[in-house]
Structure formats: structure tokens, C-alpha cells
């Protein structure tokens, strides 16, 4: 079987592991990324990617020229892209930029003109309800009317295609998977002492933004409420949020319970899980950020759930988006912004710690079950299997 992804996501190496795995699942697998040549990440890496070519066996990274450098829905590609497809010839052409994408209608319209005959596939994380003007609204029809199937990070994802007129087949599942070789299980004794915590302390973890829309102030009024405990509050990550959880910590007497973490690199942050008696993941779905086609924001997926889970610590969730549908029966899910109910969750972590073993043991064999790399690369082959079987 020859698949061919293309995506910016995939310009850095990390996140190639899934496609990997899959180029490893059957022994005529092959599979090809198509990476732009170069790209402008935006935010904190402010500069341009040059991409470079890789070949790892049935697996091979081959950056093309592109358009766009910087717009993931505008991106689409050059001349090479033609001479591409003629050599490789795809039975599986996945583009994971979304559903208006026009490298999405660039790859449909060359796997019709060159006779292919691939099935096309598109990714999408989106989960708000949208609506479209012309010619973005042609563009997405044209994609769906040529769409094969159909691979969403989320349930609502998929829902919201089908209201708008998507009736093929569809898979929901990451983008990208949890590496179950470095997030494991594994004691931070020394880490521990540097950070100051005790032995009897319970450590709630949080990891991601420090933003609103991320349940932060809903976690803090949750703990204040337990100060009785002997608890500690670790928050990995930055954002514009920090000096407003920091006053409000100084003014509730309990500054001194806040692990501040600054961002570590992605390979660090395990380290920093293990850490934890309970990750808390408190996303609450807002209706401030706009687009040109939407209002909204809410929880997507939740990838610090499944690498918790991996590292066999117990996890809680609001109800937020896809959250409950990652957590399952693996942990415990409360309603988005009551502070009540989230304090309920933690005293019960705190109190029954034969239910944190359970649900850390649960979360545990969740994730290489439905999370791995190696999971998801399954799923897909299955999928395509399906695909081209119809």
C-alpha cells in the first residue's frame, strides 16, 4: 500500500512517529510525507523552516515548494508535487489541513487529472459549529464531494462536517500519538527534593497555557477550598494568566503552594508528570475568540491527558470539548467551570488512594490501547484498508 500525507505539522520530526510506525506495521507499506520547503511556524519561532529530505527505508520525508509559508489553510504546492505523484503513484492521499484547505483541493484535483485513482482523505481538529461565504464555502464543497473518508481529532469534528453535507466514512482519533517509551512510569526522587515537595504532599499538576479558557481560576477556587490538605499546586507552562493566579495565590494565603515550572522541552515534561498525584485538565469552552467563519473555542483533544495516562498518573477532566471522550471510564470528568464538583474530584483522589490506583491502572491501559504511535498508525491501516476495499 502506498500513502502519501501531506502537512506542515510534519516538518518537525517529532511528530512523524505515528507515520513511521505505520511504514513498520506490513512489509509493503510505504510511506511518503509531503513537508512544504519552507515555513514560518509563527509565535515563538518567529523564522523560517528549511525542510530537508529523509529515507528511512519504506519511509521518506519529501519537502516540495510551496505557496504559502505561514497559512495552513492557504498552503499548497509547486510544480514538483506533479512529478511526485507520477513516480510514487499513492493509493492513499491524506491532507491534514482541514477541510477548506486549498492544498486539499490542489492533491484532489492531481489524483483526478493524473488517473491515480488514490482514495482522498483530509484530517481536521475543528469542533465549533461555522459557517462559509463564497468562494471558501465552494472550496469546502468541492473537498467533501470528493472526500473519501474522513479523519477527525474529535468526535464533534465529525459531526459537524455531516451538517454540512459529508456522508462517507470516518474515524475519530489524535493527530498525533503519546510516545510510550518516554512517557512511563518513573520515580523523580531528586526532581522532587529540587522542587521542594514532601513525601505526604498530594500534587496536582496542571500542563499547557496559562490562559483563561484553560479552567485555571476554576482550579485555584477548587484547592483553596481544600486548604486543609497538605497539597501542592504544579503549573508547567506559561501564559498571559501567571500574574493573575499569582495575586490571587499571595491573596488566599497560598503562594507558597505553587510550583511555577517555565516551559521545558517536550522530552523533559515526563519527568515533571511523574511528579504528580493527579494531572487536572479544566478547559472551559468560551465564545470570546472569533474567526472570519466561527465564534469560539473549546477543548479539541487534550494530548497532556494521554501522556499522563501513560506515565500511570490518575487524571481529571472538565466536559469540555473532546475531554470526556479521551478520559472514558479512565478518570474522573466534572462539569466545565463549577469548582464545587472539581473539588469533589480531588478530595476523592486525596481520600480513596486505592481509586487513584485503579484509575491510574485504567488511563494506563487506555493509552496503548487507543493513544500509542503505534495504535494510531494501526487504526489508520485498518482504515485505508477499508478505503480501498469499498
Known amino acids: 500500500m502506498r500513502i502519501l500525507v501531506a502537512s506542515h505539522t510534519y516538518i ?10 505505520l511504514a513498520r506495521l506490513e ?31 519504506p519511509f521518506r520525508i519529501v519537502p516540495v515548494s510551496n505557496l504559502s509559508q505561514n497559512n495552513q489553510g492557504l498552503l499548497c504546492f509547486g510544480q514538483d508535487l506533479v512529478t511526485l505523484l507520477r513516480q510514487f503513484r499513492p493509493q492513499i492521499i491524506q491532507v491534514e489541513q482541514g477541510s477548506k484547505a486549498i492544498g486539499y483541493s490542489q492533491l484532489i484535483t492531481l489524483n483526478r487529472l493524473l488517473g491515480l485513482k488514490a482514495k482522498n482523505l483530509f484530517f481536521t481538529w475543528w469542533n465549533l459549529p461555522y459557517s462559509l461565504k463564497f468562494p471558501i464555502s465552494a472550496i469546502e464543497a468541492y473537498n467533501l464531494r470528493h472526500t473519501d473518508g474522513l479523519v477527525a481529532g474529535n468526535q464533534d469534528g465529525v459531526e459537524i462536517l455531516q451538517q454540512h453535507g459529508y456522508k462517507g466514512p470516518a474515524r475519530v482519533m489524535p493527530q498525533l500519538g503519546v510516545d510510550e517509551t518516554l512517557f512511563r512510569p518513573q520515580p523523580q526522587p531528586e526532581l522532587a527534593a529540587q522542587l521542594g515537595i514532601q513525601p505526604s504532599e498530594f500534587v496536582v499538576g496542571f500542563v499547557g497555557r496559562f490562559v ?47 510550583i511555577w515550572v517555565e516551559s521545558v522541552p517536550h522530552d523533559q515534561v515526563q519527568r515533571y508528570i511523574n511528579l504528580m498525584s493527579t494531572l487536572v485538565l479544566p478547559s472551559e469552552t468560551t465564545y470570546q475568540f472569533k474567526t472570519l467563519t466561527s465564534v469560539g473555542w473549546k477543548e479539541q483533544f487534550g494530548h497532556v491527558l494521554i501522556e499522563a495516562m501513560a506515565c500511570q498518573v490518575p487524571v481529571i477532566g472538565s466536559d469540555s470539548g473532546e475531554i470526556p471522550y479521551v478520559i472514558g471510564d479512565a478518570g474522573l470528568v466534572f462539569p466545565e467551570g463549577n469548582a464545587e464538583a472539581l473539588q469533589d474530584c480531588l478530595r476523592q483522589l486525596m481520600e480513596q488512594p ?27 491501516l485498518s482504515f485505508y484498508k477499508e478505503l480501498l476495499a469499498a
Open 12 to 21: 518537525v520530526d517529532l511528530n512523524c512517529e505515528k507515520l513511521r510506525s
Open 27 to 57: 512489509p509493503d507499506v510505504e510511506v511518503t510525507i509531503v513537508v512544504p520547503q519552507r515555513w514560518r511556524p509563527g509565535g515563538v519561532q518567529n523564522t523560517i523552516i528549511e525542510t530537508q529530505p529523509r529515507q528511512e527505508g
Open 212 to 258: 483563561e479558557e484553560k479552567g485555571l481560576l476554576t482550579l485555584g477556587r477548587a484547592l483553596a477550598g481544600l486548604r486543609d490538605r497538605p497539597w501542592k499546586w504544579m503549573l508547567l507552562g506559561r501564559g498571559p494568566l501567571k500574574d493573575t493566579l499569582f495575586n490571587w495565590a499571595q491573596q488566599e494565603g497560598l503562594a507558597d503552594r505553587l
Open 354 to 380: 486505592e481509586l487513584a490506583t485503579n484509575l491510574a491502572k485504567r488511563g494506563y491501559e487506555r493509552v496503548l490501547n487507543q493513544y500509542t504511535n503505534h495504535a494510531l498508525a494501526s487504526q489508520l
